[in-house]
């Protein structure tokens, strides 16, 4: 009689999505380092290349609004120029670095 209460939907993890708009030459790719779990200062997360100047980076597991700071690479190797960007778990945000 007395039951237990399961709890049947998974808990998904927060995603954030940075999308970056540039075009870093056939067979490069990109890559985004940062301050929050999972992402790292040492070793950057493949970003997915959606056109000739679009590369989608889905990062599962930022806190929702909690603050990071992030930079894309090309190849893992060449960092973007200027200072680091900053934006929140659970956000979609658009940047066009320089290189």
């Given at each position: 009689m007395g039951g237990q209460t399961i709890d049947i939907?998974?808990?998904f993890p927060t995603l954030t999505t940075i999308r970056v708009h540039k075009d870093v030459?056939?067979?490069?790719?990109?890559?985004i380092r940062g301050s929050?779990?999972?992402l790292s200062w040492t070793a950057g997360q493949?970003?997915?290349n959606r056109a000739s100047d679009l590369w989608v980076c889905t990062?599962?597991?930022i806190p929702s609004g909690t603050s990071f700071q992030y930079k894309?690479?090309?190849n893992d190797t060449t960092w973007s120029q200027?200072?680091?960007?900053?934006?929140t778990g659970g956000s979609t945000v658009d940047?066009?670095?320089t290189f």
């Amino acid at each position: 009689m007395g039951g237990q209460t399961i709890d049947i939907y998974p808990a998904f993890p927060t995603l954030t999505t940075i999308r970056v708009h540039k075009d870093v030459g056939y067979g490069n790719k990109v890559t985004i380092r940062g301050s929050a779990a999972p992402l790292s200062w040492t070793a950057g997360q493949d970003c997915a290349n959606r056109a000739s100047d679009l590369w989608v980076c889905t990062v599962a597991g930022i806190p929702s609004g909690t603050s990071f700071q992030y930079k894309p690479l090309i190849n893992d190797t060449t960092w973007s120029q200027g200072g680091d960007y900053t934006t929140t778990g659970g956000s979609t945000v658009d940047i066009t670095p320089t290189f």
